[in-house]
């Protein structure tokens, strides 16, 4: 892990200095995180493709403002979440974001691949939408992503005790639902 | 309501120190609500990691794309052995240049001539003699001024080995240092790819 993370910050400091076959590097590392946190939150393949394109181009031209080369991944992550938000937000100008995003359709990604039982995937599909959108980001980074407290206040710029509360707030309304359909499976 | 001594969910997600963490594991050994508790949380987490992953549905490729690709200055600024033999070329060209220059004297004033012909009572031999002597002025004049021109002349032919030699050394230095940087790269790039 420690010389994963002395390569990285060796590959970050080359796609500083505008080496693209380093930057090539960092990215096939993180793409498919980066689509998976984004496909999560606005639910459209193409979208969440299109948006890691452009936070990896993003991210290349601003790589030289970031300070701490060990802050890499949260200020990534940053990046993501500002694309995410930017999008939703000009998708639907009139309404606001929470409502934006309840408003998508949670059927259609299809969970594993039809690998899950019926059940338990539309108890998920049904539990997250009931979720508000700073809800669902809490559950997705910590969940999904497995970020630490501090990292995800880095990543939604505000403070641990707001991310512990959306996070568990949100992990009661899905514990009610999904617990007793989890359990039902294992029995 | 958790009865326990700290957040039960920070204990879930192994946010909390060691010191606390040891005192809520002895606490949900004792206390059926908390383990519980636990219990549905980790069926909740379960639940919501049996949506997986995906492949994205295409590689985000940069290398062959337009808007990665450094402009030229900035691969050569950005590139010590580069910008060294570009300026090492520059300084050839410019020294080239300047010893193919023809070397022209600054041009002295033209000396006061005086019109001794028109002079009234002068006689013939004063008159050559007078010829002579300024003759023999301007003679020697050239011949100290000749000597002046050899003598930087030499100076700048020797000045110009010098920088010859100098950028000969410049250039066997640049060389190594490339052999080394290329070495270091390669044996980087195989670190990368194991």
């Known amino acids: ?187 | 309501m958790s009865c326990s001594p700290f957040d039960l969910k920070d204990y879930f997600f192994s946010e909390l120190s060691n010191e606390n963490r040891r005192a809520v594991d002895q606490h949900v050994a004792a206390c059926a609500g908390c383990r519980q508790e636990l219990v549905a949380l980790n069926l909740t987490r379960t639940a919501l990691l049996a949506v997986p992953d995906e492949e994205p549905p295409r590689r985000i490729a940069f290398v062959s794309d337009k808007v990665f690709e450094p402009r030229w200055w900035q691969t050569i600024w950005h590139s010590g052995p580069k910008l060294g033999f570009i300026s090492a070329a520059m300084l050839t060209a410019a020294i080239l240049v300047h010893a193919q220059r023809p070397v022209t004297a600054p041009q002295a004033p033209a000396p006061q001539v005086q019109t001794v012909a028109s002079a009234p009572g002068i006689t013939e031999d004063e008159l050559n003699r007078r010829v002579q002597k300024a003759v023999a002025e301007v003679e020697s004049r050239q011949a100290a001024k000749f000597e002046q021109v050899l003598a930087k002349q030499k100076q700048m032919d020797f000045d110009q080995r010098a920088q010859l030699v100098s950028l000969e050394e410049n250039f066997n230095v640049m060389r190594k240092t490339m052999g080394v940087m290329y070495g270091y790269r390669a044996s980087a790039d195989n670190k990368v790819t194991q």
């Not at chain 1, 080359?14 to 793409?31: F, G, H, K, M, T």
């Not at chain 1, 998976?36 to 991210?59: G, H, I, M, P, T």
């Not at chain 1, 409502?99 to 969970?111: H, L, T």
């Open chain 1, 1 to 187: 892990m420690i010389f994963r993370e002395v390569e990285e910050s060796d590959l970050i400091a080359r796609a500083r200095r505008q080496d693209v076959e380093a930057y090539n590097l960092l990215v096939s590392r993180w793409e498919r995180r980066i689509y998976n946190y984004l496909l999560r939150l606005v639910k459209d393949r193409e979208d969440a493709l299109d948006l890691s394109q452009d936070v990896f181009l993003k991210a290349y031209q601003n790589l030289g403002k970031l300070e701490d080369v060990s802050r890499f991944t949260p200020w990534l992550f940053r990046i993501a979440h500002n694309e995410a938000y930017s999008l939703l937000r000009k998708n639907r100008p009139e309404t606001d974001l929470d409502a934006s995003i309840e408003g998508v359709d949670w059927g259609e990604v299809s969970p594993g691949r039809g690998m899950l039982p019926v059940e338990v995937s539309l108890a998920i599909e049904s539990a997250m939408s009931r979720l508000s959108a700073d809800q669902r980001e809490a559950v997705v980074l910590k969940i999904y992503q497995g970020f630490k407290f501090e990292e995800m206040a880095e990543i939604l710029e505000c403070p641990v005790s707001t991310v512990k509360s959306r996070l568990y707030s949100a992990l009661d309304l899905l514990k009610d639902t999904l617990a007793p359909v989890q359990m039902r499976g294992v029995e």
